[in-house]
């Protein structure tokens, strides 16, 4: 996933996925994310297609559980070959555990085992809903870095966090680990529900890992142009 623009594939049906592709001129190789919405729509077959066509898939699902059923649930989405998943980091330590030895055990003979991402705190979220809503006495900086931390011993191989918090994040947790960053913007565009933003450039000047961009690209009038141009700016 080096440098990979995830496109986030947040439709909820299977004809305006075939036209972004074939908009975007997918080839093999490029960088999709499935997310809840795609995934309750077309299921895990849907996933094992676009994985048998060669795409790396990011499949979004966010488990937030007690450990045992995320144990099971991460099994499962082993078997799929996809190249990565989410999880809350929130959910505690035994259960990014758990979802780390689902993979290990799910992965099929001779496959890499999907690499676990855990969600630090949501890019839609700010410093005052961290406060007034989770009551969280720390800044959301100390937050996501305390989160990281849980993950990363327990397993995780990267975290999903803002490009904002990026370059503090590597100081404190470490350059062994990986940065995924939604939350990103052109200029031109509307913030929408996210609260942490950043555009494709600072992300890399922040030091993310990969970048994740839904809407600046299936919303834009001419996906791939911008998407060449984000994917410019990023590399
Ligand atoms: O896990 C994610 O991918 C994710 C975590 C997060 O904190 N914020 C976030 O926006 N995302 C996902 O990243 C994508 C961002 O979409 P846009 O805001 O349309 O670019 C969506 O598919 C979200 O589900």
Do not use: W
């Not at 999709?32 to 795409?55: A, D, I, P, T």
């Not at 070959?81 to 780390?100: E, F, V, W, Y």
């Not at 509307?190 to 994740?212: H, L, M």
């Amino acid at each position: 996933m080096k440098k990979a623009v995830f496109v986030a594939l947040d439709y909820d049906n299977l004809s305006d996925v075939q036209q972004l592709l074939k908009q975007l001129g997918a080839p093999k190789e490029t960088y999709l994310k499935v997310g809840m919405e795609l995934f309750y729509h077309s299921g895990s077959e849907f996933v094992s297609e676009l994985v048998q066509k060669g795409y790396h898939i990011f499949l979004d699902l966010k488990l937030h559980d007690i450990p045992n059923t995320v144990y099971g649930a991460a099994k499962q989405l082993a078997r799929l070959g996809i190249d990565c998943t989410t999880i809350h980091a929130l959910g505690g330590s035994a259960m990014i555990a758990a979802a780390k030895k689902g993979l290990i055990e799910g992965t099929k003979a001779g496959k890499e085992v999907p690499k676990l991402l855990a969600v630090t705190e949501l890019t839609s979220i700010s410093d005052q809903i961290l406060a007034d809503e989770q009551n969280c006495s720390l800044p959301m900086t100390k937050q996501v870095v305390s989160l990281a931390k849980t993950a990363k011993i327990s397993g995780a191989d990267g975290v999903i966090c803002s490009p904002l918090e990026v370059s503090n994040l590597r100081s404190q947790v470490g350059e062994d680990f990986l940065y995924v960053t939604p939350g990103i913007r052109l200029a031109e565009n509307q913030n929408g529900d996210q609260k942490r933003v950043a555009t494709p450039q600072k992300a890399k000047e922040y030091g993310s890992s990969a970048i994740v961009v839904g809407r600046p690209i299936t919303q834009a009038q001419e996906p791939a142009i911008v998407y060449e141009r984000i994917k410019k700016e990023f590399n």
